[in-house]
């Protein structure tokens, strides 16, 4: 019989390891528990533990400390961390730092077992040493998501591995869903964030403009340019570029763009010199980008380039355990902003919070509790202070619209036919 795995459970709370003990039982299994920070690397110092299972709160020092350590010290043993509330920063930098996962407490109940089997599976594979790298910005002074979602966690995991490659990100979601945010804590975790970020609204400019602002121009390039420009491209040179709106962008700078994501060259407006530059892309788009390719509004080799990682934001309503949080974030700082005195948010209030649909997602509650903190008269918040703004479209009823449509096309359809093809040029000739 092979030798049982070994896992290592630490935690200040004794039910606590008695629970996880009892829960993760198993033949295969040889569970070892402590309650205490140093005893857990003296443990793993002299036994082979393959798996450890830590409390971020520890003495005499946190659970990223000793995820640190441990990584040092034997890189193949994995570590699942678990805390009530992991903070963003926490949730990033543990994955930076090569943790298996980190989890909410609350949900171990269900997820413990399947999360320490997952981890066990893959563990041979995993093996390969990571080398540990602490950030070396304090946590406080970085962007600021807030979410104890899983989705937004899930969020969060993916910045952490992403952040530290070269590798470009779309992010997509709906409007007001922190799409930008999230582009700056790619940059703010990354090797980069000495350098500049910078973020350009593709949609909002115009063609020629847009060409010249990405790549600069040579002076006379055109009516008007009295002096060589440089461009984004050469201002942001070892930083990130944030390109916004990309499903907005003019086919003729797609291309342009497609060479730089290819091998770092473009050339001036009015300039036929080569120029490199080592820039990370970052796009975002609230359109459904794989359509517009289907539509053929954006280039196909360029989508690919774009997405080699994916972070998706869902929509508010569909992770409204978050408004809690952020409507308790924006408060403070509606307050702190306008040196209001301190408000709160009465149960009844949040209540009313949550069960609106957020069409405007996150954007549209921080506009919410700024205008509910101009109304309020009394030093709590009541559902009669709060204000949504006036709905012009529903996000799922457009999605359900358009389905209506495609499936009455698909119905329309001559048999035999290529469905994509068909449909595309049923929508070129409207
Ligand atoms: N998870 C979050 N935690 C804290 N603030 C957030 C979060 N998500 C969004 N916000 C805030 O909501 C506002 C909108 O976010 P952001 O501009 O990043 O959205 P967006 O997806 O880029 O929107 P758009 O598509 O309209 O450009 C910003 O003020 C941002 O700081
Ligand atoms: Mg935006």
């Not at 012009?392 to 359900?400: T, V």
Request: aromatic share 4%; net charge negative.
């Amino acid at each position: 019989m092979a030798d049982p795995q070994t896992i290592l459970l630490v935690a200040p709370d004794l039910d606590y390891l008695e629970w996880a003990t009892k829960h993760l039982a198993a033949d295969d299994l040889r569970i070892l528990r402590c309650d205490h920070a140093e005893k857990a690397i003296k443990v793993c110092d002299t036994t082979r533990v393959d798996l450890v299972i830590t409390d971020l709160i520890l003495q005499p020092f946190d659970g990223m400390t000793l995820l640190s350590r441990l990584r040092a010290a034997h890189p193949a043993t994995l570590v699942i961390l678990t805390g009530a509330f992991p903070t963003t920063a926490q949730v990033i930098e543990a994955t930076q730092m090569g943790a298996e996962d980190i989890l909410k407490k609350e949900s171990l109940t269900f997820e413990l077992r399947n999360v320490v089997e997952g981890a066990l599976q893959t563990l041979e594979e995993r093996r390969t040493a990571h080398s540990p790298e602490k950030s070396k910005h304090p946590a406080d002074t970085r962007v600021k998501i807030i979410g104890n979602s899983r989705a937004l966690q899930d969020v969060f995991k993916i910045v952490g591995r992403v952040a530290r490659t070269d590798a470009p990100v779309l992010v997509s979601g709906e409007s007001g869903t922190g799409k930008e945010l999230v582009a700056n804590a790619v940059h703010e975790y990354s090797p980069r964030s000495k350098n500049t970020f910078v973020a350009i609204n593709c949609g909002a400019i115009p063609e020629n403009l847009l060409e010249s602002e990405l790549f600069g121009h040579e002076k006379g390039a055109f009516t008007g340019a009295i002096n060589r420009r440089l461009g984004l491209f050469e201002q942001c040179d070892g930083g990130t570029l944030f390109l916004d709106e990309i499903g907005d962008m003019p086919t003729a700078v797609q291309v342009k763009l497609l060479r730089v994501l290819q091998d770092g060259s473009f050339t001036r407006v009015g300039s036929t010199e080569m120029q490199k530059s080592d820039v990370r892309i970052v796009a975002a788009t609230n359109k459904n980008l794989s359509q517009e390719v289907s539509l053929g509004h954006f280039r196909e080799d360029l989508f690919y380039r774009l997405n080699v990682v994916e972070l998706h934001l869902p929509p508010l309503r569909s992770r409204v355990e978050d408004i809690p949080l952020l409507a308790e974030h924006f408060l403070q700082l509606t307050i702190k902003r306008n040196g209001l005195p301190p408000l709160k948010l009465s149960t009844e209030a949040l209540d009313h919070l949550q069960s609106h649909r957020w069409p405007g997602n996150v954007r549209e509650l921080e506009n919410t509790i700024a205008r509910a903190c101009a109304l309020a008269s009394k030093d709590v918040l009541l559902p009669s202070d709060i204000q949504f703004t006036r709905t012009f479209k529903d996000p799922e009823a457009e999605d359900k619209q358009t389905l209506k449509a495609l499936q009455q096309l698909q119905q329309a359809a001559p048999e035999g036919q290529d469905l994509q093809l068909w449909i595309t040029e049923k929508i070129k000739q409207l």
